[in-house]
C-alpha cells in the first residue's frame, strides 16, 4: 500500500526480498532496497531462471515509488536505529505508566507513511508481547489522533489487517483509541471491534452534519437519552461513554462530564521540546542515525573496480653519463703533410682524377636526359 503497487509489481518486489534473503544482503533502509532492484534489474536473465520473471517495468515502477517514499522523508524515517517497542512500556520510579507522545504533526502530512507505520507498530506488539488474556491493566494503550488518516484511500487488504490486529491484540493486553471527529471516518469493520466509546459533542449546521450525526447515534446500544439531541447539546468536557461489561456486553449510554486535562491547547514550545528530549535516557539510543554494513556497501563493493596491485618500487633514475668533450682532430706532421701533398700532384693522381669526373659525367647525363648505354656486340 505505501509503494502504490499492482499485485505483478508486489511479486516482483517479494522476488527482490527473497533475493536478498537468500545471499545474506540485509536491507536495513532505502539506499539498500534501491540497490537490490538495481542489482535483479541487472541480472534479470540470470534471475529469472532461479525465481521467475523479472519485468524490468515492474522494476522501474518500483523504483520510481521508492523514490517518491525518500522524497518524502522515509530515508530517515524507515532507516536505523529501529523503534524497540520495549521503550514504549516504560514504568517510573513508582511503577507507574510513561507517557509517549510521537511528534507526527510533519508525519500526517504524508498519510501513506503514516498508516503503515501504526500498522507496522501494532502488528510488531502482536508478534512481541505473550498472550495474557483480559487483564486488570492493560501494557499498553495507544490513542492515535486523526484517524480518519489511517483509513482515507486505504485498500481492502489494508482495513483487513486493521481490523485483525485491532482485534487480536486485545488479547496481548493493548488497548486502541481512535480519535476522530465522527464515527463514520472509521470504516464499520474495524469499528465493530471496539468496545467502548467516549462521544463528545456533535454540531449538526449542514445537511451531511444532520446525516453523520443520525449515523452516529445508531451505533450506541440503547439508550432512554434522546441521544440526537443530546449530543448537540453537550458542553466542553462533558461526553457520553458506554463501555464493555464483565459480561463483554455494552453498558448503557452514560451522560457524563471528564476531568480536563491538565494540558494546553496551544503547540508545545520547540524549546521545551528539545529539553525534554535532551533529559530523556533513550536520546543516546535514537539521536545518532545507524548505517551498518547492508546490502548497499555488499552491492558497492560487489561492483568497485579491484585496487591495482602493487609493484616494484621504481628504480632511481640513473645521473647521465659525464659526457665526452670531443677531441679536436689530430693536426698532420709537417713530414705526413709533404707526402701527402707530393702525392695529390703526382701524374698517377691527376690521370685518376680525370678518369673519374669523366665517367661521373656522363652518368649524371643519362640520368638526366634518359639514355642508355650501347651494348657491345
Same mark, same amino acid.
Given at each position: 500500500?505505501?509503494?502504490?503497487?499492482?499485485?505483478?509489481?508486489?511479486?516482483?518486489?517479494?522476488?527482490?526480498?527473497?533475493?536478498?534473503?537468500?545471499?545474506?544482503?540485509?536491507?536495513?533502509?532505502?539506499?539498500?532496497?534501491?540497490?537490490?532492484?538495481?542489482?535483479?534489474?541487472?541480472?534479470?536473465?540470470?534471475?529469472?531462471?532461479?525465481?521467475?520473471?523479472?519485468?524490468?517495468?515492474?522494476?522501474?515502477?518500483?523504483?520510481?515509488?521508492?523514490?517518491?517514499?525518500?522524497?518524502?522523508?522515509?530515508?530517515?524515517?524507515?532507516?536505523?536505529?529501529?523503534?524497540?517497542?520495549?521503550?514504549?512500556?516504560?514504568?517510573?520510579?513508582?511503577?507507574?505508566?510513561?507517557?509517549?507522545?510521537?511528534?507526527?504533526?510533519?508525519?500526517?502530512?504524508?498519510?501513506?507513511?503514516?498508516?503503515?507505520?501504526?500498522?507496522?507498530?501494532?502488528?510488531? #506488539?502482536? $508478534?512481541? @508481547?505473550?498472550?495474557? =488474556?483480559?487483564? /486488570?491493566?492493560?501494557?499498553? %494503550?495507544?490513542?492515535?489522533?486523526? !484517524?480518519?488518516?489511517?483509513?482515507?484511500?486505504?485498500?481492502?487488504?489494508?482495513?483487513?489487517?486493521?481490523?485483525?490486529?485491532?482485534?487480536?491484540?486485545?488479547?496481548?493486553?493493548?488497548?486502541?483509541?481512535?480519535?476522530?471527529?465522527?464515527?463514520?471516518?472509521?470504516?464499520?469493520?474495524?469499528?465493530?471491534?471496539?468496545?467502548?466509546?467516549?462521544?463528545?459533542?456533535?454540531?449538526?449546521?449542514?445537511?451531511?452534519?444532520?446525516?453523520?450525526?443520525?449515523?452516529?447515534?445508531?451505533?450506541?446500544?440503547?439508550?432512554?437519552?434522546? #441521544?440526537? $439531541?443530546? @449530543?448537540?447539546?453537550? =458542553?466542553?468536557? /462533558?461526553?457520553?461513554?458506554? %463501555?464493555?461489561?464483565?459480561?463483554? !456486553?455494552?453498558?448503557?449510554?452514560?451522560?457524563?462530564?471528564?476531568?480536563?486535562?491538565?494540558?494546553?491547547?496551544?503547540?508545545?514550545?520547540?524549546?521545551?521540546?528539545?529539553?525534554?528530549?535532551?533529559?530523556?535516557?533513550?536520546?543516546?539510543?535514537?539521536?545518532?542515525?545507524?548505517?551498518?554494513?547492508?546490502?548497499?556497501?555488499?552491492?558497492?563493493?560487489?561492483?568497485?573496480?579491484?585496487?591495482?596491485?602493487?609493484?616494484?618500487?621504481?628504480?632511481?633514475?640513473?645521473?647521465?653519463?659525464?659526457?665526452?668533450?670531443?677531441?679536436?682532430?689530430?693536426?698532420?706532421?709537417?713530414?705526413?703533410?709533404?707526402?701527402?701533398?707530393?702525392?695529390?700532384?703526382?701524374?698517377?693522381?691527376?690521370?685518376?682524377?680525370?678518369?673519374?669526373?669523366?665517367?661521373?659525367?656522363?652518368?649524371?647525363?643519362?640520368?638526366?636526359?634518359?639514355?642508355?648505354?650501347?651494348?657491345?656486340?
Amino acid at each position: 500500500r505505501l509503494l502504490n503497487l499492482n499485485p505483478t509489481q508486489q511479486g516482483v518486489l517479494s522476488l527482490v526480498f527473497k533475493v536478498a534473503d537468500d545471499r545474506g544482503l540485509l536491507l536495513l533502509d532505502l539506499k539498500d532496497l534501491r540497490a537490490m532492484l538495481q542489482h535483479v534489474g541487472t541480472n534479470a536473465r540470470q534471475f529469472t531462471t532461479e525465481y521467475g520473471n523479472v519485468s524490468a517495468a515492474s522494476i522501474g515502477a518500483i523504483q520510481r515509488a521508492v523514490l517518491e517514499i525518500d522524497q518524502q522523508g522515509g530515508e530517515a524515517f524507515l532507516g536505523e536505529p529501529m523503534l524497540d517497542i520495549d521503550d514504549l512500556l516504560q514504568t517510573d520510579s513508582k511503577g507507574r505508566g510513561v507517557v509517549n507522545v510521537l511528534v507526527a504533526d510533519q508525519l500526517v502530512q504524508q498519510p501513506k507513511l503514516y498508516a503503515t507505520f501504526l500498522l507496522w507498530m501494532l502488528s510488531e #506488539l502482536y $508478534e512481541r @508481547l505473550p498472550e495474557i =488474556g483480559d487483564p /486488570e491493566k492493560p501494557t499498553l %494503550v495507544f490513542f492515535f489522533d486523526e !484517524a480518519h488518516l489511517l483509513f482515507d484511500g486505504a485498500s481492502k487488504a489494508f482495513l483487513q489487517a486493521i481490523a485483525q490486529t485491532v482485534r487480536l491484540v486485545r488479547s496481548k493486553g493493548v488497548g486502541v483509541f481512535f480519535v476522530t471527529q465522527t464515527p463514520k471516518d472509521v470504516p464499520g469493520d474495524v469499528l465493530a471491534q471496539l468496545g467502548n466509546r467516549v462521544q463528545h459533542a456533535l454540531r449538526a449546521f449542514t445537511p451531511d452534519d444532520a446525516k453523520a450525526l443520525k449515523a452516529t447515534v445508531s451505533t450506541f446500544p440503547h439508550s432512554p437519552y434522546d #441521544l440526537e $439531541e443530546l @449530543l448537540t447539546q453537550l =458542553g466542553i468536557g /462533558e461526553a457520553v461513554i458506554t %463501555v464493555l461489561s464483565d459480561r463483554g !456486553a455494552p453498558t448503557p449510554v452514560a451522560w457524563t462530564r471528564l476531568r480536563a486535562p491538565q494540558t494546553r491547547m496551544a503547540p508545545t514550545d520547540p524549546a521545551t521540546v528539545t529539553e525534554i528530549i535532551d533529559g530523556s535516557s533513550l536520546k543516546a539510543q535514537y539521536a545518532e542515525a545507524v548505517d551498518r554494513d547492508s546490502a548497499y556497501e555488499r552491492l558497492a563493493a560487489k561492483l568497485a573496480p579491484p585496487p591495482a596491485p602493487a609493484g616494484p618500487a621504481p628504480a632511481e633514475p640513473e645521473a647521465p653519463a659525464k659526457q665526452r668533450e670531443p677531441r679536436p682532430p689530430s693536426q698532420p706532421t709537417r713530414d705526413e703533410e709533404s707526402a701527402l701533398e707530393k702525392a695529390v700532384r703526382s701524374p698517377a693522381a691527376k690521370q685518376f682524377a680525370r678518369s673519374a669526373a669523366a665517367v661521373l659525367g656522363r652518368e649524371i647525363t643519362r640520368s638526366i636526359f634518359g639514355t642508355s648505354r650501347r651494348r657491345r656486340r
